[in-house]
Nanobody
Framework: QVQLAESGGDLVQPGGSLRLSCAASGIIFSVYTMGWYRQAPGKQRELVATLTRGGTTNYADSVKGRFTISRDNAKNTVYLQMNNLKPEDTAVYYC???????????WGQGTQVTVSS
């Protein structure tokens, strides 16, 4: 059974930082492209960042220079370091695991990030 367990969401002031974690089980983690997506109230889910098994990253323009995605294959965990947070970053953040060669695609339950003074 595949599980993606996010953690690290919190209430933070504008300009603050958070680090999200996603621990994966039930997959060969090192093979998968790992990603973070977010969904704000009333909006569609959108890509935040992805990281392939080869180390290639892709970021949404809105987070470039502020967010960093990384992975630890030994711990089956992907991280999202978020700096200089803005109110518009408020959303539920979801972890995603996508196999590069087949249709396997998994989601976590999400973790809430709220940026507010």
């Amino acid at each position: 059974q595949v599980q993606l367990a996010e953690s690290g969401g919190d209430l933070v002031q504008p300009g603050g930082s958070l680090r999200l974690s996603c621990a994966a089980s039930g997959i060969i983690f090192s093979v998968y492209t790992m990603g973070w997506y977010r969904q704000a109230p009333g909006k569609q889910r959108e890509l935040v960042a992805t990281l392939t098994r080869g180390g290639t990253t892709n970021y949404a323009d809105s987070v470039k220079g502020r967010f960093t995605i990384s992975r630890d294959n030994a711990k089956n965990t992907v991280y999202l370091q978020m700096n200089n947070l803005k109110p518009e970053d408020t959303a539920v953040y979801y972890c995603n695991a996508r196999h590069p060669f087949n249709r396997d695609n998994y989601w976590g339950q999400g973790t809430q990030v709220t940026v507010s003074s």
